[in-house]
């Protein structure tokens, strides 16, 4: 505990006992922000000094029950009368000191107030005085903004970061009572950017031995000492930035913007070891994003940041493709974002741009939401996830993976199906209705991994030696492991090796070059096995798109594989359709047994094949293989019923938390939710601590007491429907 947390060896002594833990620590003696349950911004623009009325808007977030408010302080552009060179002050602000209004009226309605700072861009009269501060392309030109050309980006290795914005930090901190400090879009959780200024060109030479690619391949030598180099730096500048902040005020913060859901470049494990509290920017999905984006992002946050701060910034406006900053999101979409935000245990941000909005739509659902969540307080204070499945979150394969079967570089699109292997074994988890951690596959202690029954591994292509040593360790401590395809065929940079590191477990090693992708290739089912099982009336299941094909390690072990691969046959014209090889002993998948411990391995990408394809088959064979590898230990919570839902189970300062996302819905996996479905009765179990009594479940959306009994440790209940959202609070004596 002490060692993961050893970065916060910080001056004040209140921070290091925080950093032990919220269990027994007096909530006084905890940093402000670790007690933050409900967060909310406005977004200035340049012309709001103009016309912004300081009150009215105070007022409203005061009615959300904010603790925290974000306001724009400065960065590109200052609302205040700063003193700082090139500190561009808004063209507007004439004679008001707009933050210093919003500071006072805010301080005054007892929220707590965060300066919103960019870092991101200045203006050219910065430029001309300082150009060591910009970043520059090949041919020495700046960056201009794409729509806003007359800002220029700024650079992180630049003095900017290291000498501007820590002065704006020293004079804000100075004149106003600012809480925290955050910044708009930097450092994200997403590719690096390659920059020719004079700053870069020396970390190429003295770091990196040369100009890194401008796109990620991790096959390049100098890639790999780039995001080094450049992960080095984000950490250098973030802790740099939290020492500025608190110079005057030790119990203030400094927080970076994160984010990217499932999709991240950078090495999110370690930005998590730097912040004190984790802001995802992840306002709202577009195109074809599935609805579960938002709870997704979640279980990466808690993965790197077990339970201290997370927030997650809900747009009210519509983020959607085209983007339309000053109308409403559907206030349904909106709701279910922020629903998603808490049950997946982050504390909603609500977000809105410009001070004087035609559209006010978006209010009143902020305002319902959070009224609720304030009411409820109590329940929504979460102190462990009873999940005892862990899914790893293979953050180095969805970052860098190139998989042998396309070969190319991933760029853009294309890297996105990297989380494919996730995404399908994701999705597989909801219709079956298991409630799980992410685990990141740099967390792999056994201090992490103790409390599941089994992890399940989608595709971790690229695993280090000591990942898999800690793999086989959780093993051999009688854990149960599912893995899928190429997992730990490569080295975390994405060296092939000879076979699997993990081919002891799985008990299969690698017998030739992947095939695949191909369609109209199968799984035959051999002979009947628990982890497969009951698909009455068929021999054949759809086969995975690509597979490695394996020889199994145990002689023993041949012909008595229960699932085998048929191989590819055409699929056009009719005629042509039949297999050439009606069976074969090329084992899709392996299943072993030792002791408790289970293992299954897939030779195929199952976990993609299912998200790509839509075959219920896979997910059902996904879900029977889970079931198998729980053994006799029983679920922590089963909750059966019609309707495709997302479930989290926590251990709140009440007693429990059984949090229900009700996803049943034509827009699901195309936005925005217009309206929703309710569904039916859903018939809870939920187990509780050996020895605790419950003495109330409550239906706290529903605004009402369910009837319940409890056997033992066993909590039985149902739960009469589900409109958007449940959460059923079982409250202990
Ligand atoms: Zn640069």
């Known amino acids: 505990m002490i060692t993961r947390r050893k970065f916060l060896t ?32 406005l977004n200035l623009n340049e012309r709001d000094p103009l016309t912004l009325d300081v009150g009215s808007w105070i007022d409203y977030w005061s009615s959300l029950k904010l603790n925290a408010l974000l306001l724009n302080g400065g960065g590109i552009v200052a609302f205040y009368p700063t003193a700082v060179r090139y500190h561009h002050r808004s063209e507007f602000l004439g004679s008001r000191d707009l933050f210093g209004e919003l500071a006072a009226e805010t301080k005054a309605h007892d929220m707590r107030l965060v300066a919103r700072m960019d870092c991101n861009y200045a203006y050219g009269d910065a430029l001309d005085a300082h150009p060591e501060w910009f970043e520059r392309n090949r041919d020495g030109s700046p960056r201009p903004h794409n729509e806003s050309t007359w800002l220029y980006k700024t650079c992180m290795f630049s003095p900017y970061f290291t000498e501007q914005m820590p002065a704006i930090y020293r004079e804000i901190n100075g004149r106003y009572p600012v809480d925290g400090f955050f910044t708009n879009g930097w450092p994200s959780t997403g590719d690096l950017t390659v920059c020719y200024c004079g700053s870069c060109q020396k970390v190429y030479r003295d770091f990196v031995g040369g ?65 004190r509290w984790f802001n995802a920017d992840h306002q709202g999905r577009s195109g074809d994003t599935v609805i579960w984006d938002c709870a997704q992002q979640g279980r990466v946050a808690r993965a790197v940041m077990d339970d201290r701060t997370i927030t997650n910034v809900t747009g009210a406006y519509s983020n959607s493709r085209p983007t339309w900053r000053h109308v409403a999101k559907a206030p349904a979409e909106t709701t279910m974002w922020l629903a998603q935000t808490v049950a997946s245990g982050m504390v909603p941000w609500f977000h809105w741009l410009g001070g004087a909005p035609e559209d006010t739509r978006w209010k009143e659902p902020g305002r319902e939401f959070f009224a609720w969540l304030a009411k409820n307080e109590a329940h929504f204070r979460n102190r462990r996830s009873i999940a005892d499945i862990g899914v790893l979150y293979p953050q180095r394969t969805i970052a860098f993976y190139r998989s042998g079967a396309e070969p190319r570089a991933w760029r853009g699109a294309e890297r996105a199906q990297t989380a494919d292997y996730l995404q399908g074994l994701y999705y597989a988890l909801l219709e079956g209705r298991f409630v799980f951690d992410f685990i990141h596959e740099d967390d792999l202690r056994p201090e992490t991994l103790r409390k599941y029954r089994a992890l399940l591994v989608p595709n971790a292509a690229y695993l280090s030696d000591e990942h898999c040593r800690q793999i086989r360790g959780f093993v051999s401590a009688g854990g149960s492991l599912m893995a899928t395809f190429e997992t730990s065929r490569y080295s975390e940079w994405g060296d092939a090796r000879p076979d699997f590191a993990l081919a002891d477990l799985f008990g299969a090693g690698v017998a030739g070059d992947i095939i695949g992708p191909v369609g109209n290739s199968y799984m035959r089912i051999e002979r009947p096995h628990p982890a497969l099982g009951n698909f009455d009336g068929t021999a054949l299941l ?32 009719p005629e042509m359709v039949f297999p050439r090889a009606r069976r ?11 002791g408790s411990s289970r293992i299954a391995y897939f030779a195929g990408d199952v976990d993609r094949t299912f998200w790509r394809s839509g075959n219920p088959d896979l997910g059902l064979l996904i879900q029977s293989t889970v079931r198998w590898l729980r053994g006799d230990v029983r679920a922590p919570v089963s909750l059966e019923g019609d309707g495709i839902v997302e479930t989290f189970a926590w251990e709140t300062g009440a007693g429990y938390a059984l949090h229900i996302l009700n996803y049943t819905n034509p827009n699901m996996t195309r936005g925005f ?10 018939k809870a179990e939920f187990t509780v601590e050996r020895g605790r009594r419950i003495t109330a479940v409550r239906a706290l959306r529903a605004g009402r007491a369910l009837r319940f009994t409890q056997d033992g440790d066993v909590v039985r209940f ?9 959460v059923v609070a079982l409250a202990n004596s």
């Open 10 to 41: 910080v001056s004040s002594a209140s921070l290091v006992v925080a950093a032990v833990g919220p269990r027994g620590v007096a909530a006084a003696e905890r940093p402000w922000y670790a007690t933050l349950r409900r967060c909310g911004q």
């Open 542 to 573: 759809p086969g995975a798109e690509s597979r490695v094909p394996v020889r199994a390690r145990e002689t023993a072990a041949a012909g008595s594989v229960p699932l085998t691969v048929v191989p590819y046959y055409p699929a056009f014209p």
């Open 211 to 275: 100009t890194p690619p401008d796109h990620v391949d991790a096959t390049s030598a100098l890639y790999r000492k780039y995001y080094d180099a450049y992960m080095e730096r984000v950490l250098d500048v973030w802790r740099r930035w939290q020492a500025a902040v608190s110079e005057t005020r030790p119990d203030s913060v400094y927080v970076g913007n994160l984010g990217g859901g499932i999709r991240t470049v950078k090495n999110v494990k370690r930005l998590g070891e730097v912040a």
């Open 584 to 594: 074969t002993d090329e084992p899709a998948a392996l299943f072993h047994e030792n």
């Open 673 to 682: 939710i217009r309206r929703f479905y309710t569904i039916g009765p859903q």
């Open 718 to 726: 149902d739960v009469p429907s589900v409109t958007d959202y449940e």
